[in-house]
């Protein structure tokens, strides 16, 4: 197993199962989850690049309608194939020529059987390395770790992983359970595509990981495909995370013993003071992570319970 990156809970099997049992118990209902028959897979995977899934539904059942096999495919027309992608407005042509390919390959070359690994999957033409990885994991259990943009937003914002391609492979093969790509790699997706957008839903959604995410802790929910990150240092998200940290360590706390732990220039009636202090908490009042209890002219916080 990949090393654990330092940011993950040592008991990181809570982080698994909280993940799993999420996707369980609610996941969007797409058809090409209900399967695992490798061609309608393979089909809904070179539909959904770069077109929304919502589209791709009924073009992917029309398709499957038509050609419904590996077969059936290799044996069509390509310029009748090409001429149903047009139709259906799903973008960029080729991907029908190379589906087309692919699908002559399989009953040629294979005997009309699908790969199993990733490997294998990308030597039929237009599968690249992130499809054949998705065809392995959800057609045959066999994938690696899937790392999409969504797939790098959720790490990057929950574990602080480097914007860097191996911190996020490495991350994320380590976070997979063994034998397990086709629950996993649909679930961290989804937590990407529902919880985690560019603008997050983490209460509405009911994210599994907000007890360990950083982002939800210190409100900063940048990452690679939000780049409008700025400076930490003196920030905002900086205070927050220094509130938070310090009411886990004392629990309860009057403004003026919370604020020198926030800002060592926090000066009851100054500009960084006590009305300061009370909106930085509204706000994390407000994100469900603070307790305010005023009571006379004294105001205490607490981290939520």
Not at 17 to 22: G, K, R, V
Not at 55 to 68: E, H, I, K
Not at 141 to 157: E, F, I, Q, S, W
Not at 264 to 272: M, Q, R, S
């Amino acid at each position: 197993m990949t090393e654990l990156p330092e940011r993950v809970p040592e008991r990181y099997e809570a982080v698994q199962d909280a993940l799993i049992e999420w996707y369980e118990t609610g996941h969007r209902a797409f058809p090409w989850r209900e399967t695992d028959d490798p061609y309608a897979i393979l089909v809904s995977e070179v539909m959904s690049q770069q077109t929304q899934l919502d589209r791709v539904v009924d073009a992917w059942a029309d398709f499957l309608d038509r050609w419904p096999t590996v077969a059936d495919l290799a044996a069509a027309d390509r310029g009748t194939v090409v001429a149903f992608w047009s139709d259906h407005s799903l973008g960029y042509n080729n991907r029908a020529k190379y589906l087309h390919e692919a699908a002559t390959q399989i009953v040629e070359d294979h005997d009309g059987e699908f790969p199993e690994s990733p490997a294998g999957l990308t030597d039929l033409m237009g599968v690249g390395p992130y499809t054949a990885n998705a065809v392995a994991s959800f057609a045959f259990n066999t994938g690696d770790a899937v790392v999409d943009t969504n797939v790098k937003r959720v790490l990057y914002r929950a574990f602080s992983i480097p914007d860097e391609d191996a911190a996020f492979e490495d991350a994320a093969s380590a976070l997979m359970p063994d034998g397990e790509s086709r629950v996993w790699n649909n679930a961290i997706m989804e937590l990407g595509g529902v919880a985690c957008e560019k603008t997050p839903a983490c209460d509405q959604a009911h994210c599994p990981w907000r007890e360990w995410c950083d982002a939800y802790e210190t409100g900063d929910f940048t990452a690679p495909d939000v780049p409008t990150q700025p400076s930490f240092e003196g920030s905002r998200r900086q205070m927050r995370g220094r509130a938070i940290g310090a009411l886990k360590e004392h629990d309860r706390l009057a403004l003026d013993e919370l604020g020198p732990k926030v800002r060592v220039d926090y000066a009851p009636e100054g500009e960084y003071g006590r009305q300061w202090l009370v909106e930085l908490l509204g706000d994390l009042a407000d994100d469900g992570l603070v307790e305010l209890d005023h009571r006379g002219e004294q105001t205490t916080a607490r981290l939520h319970r």
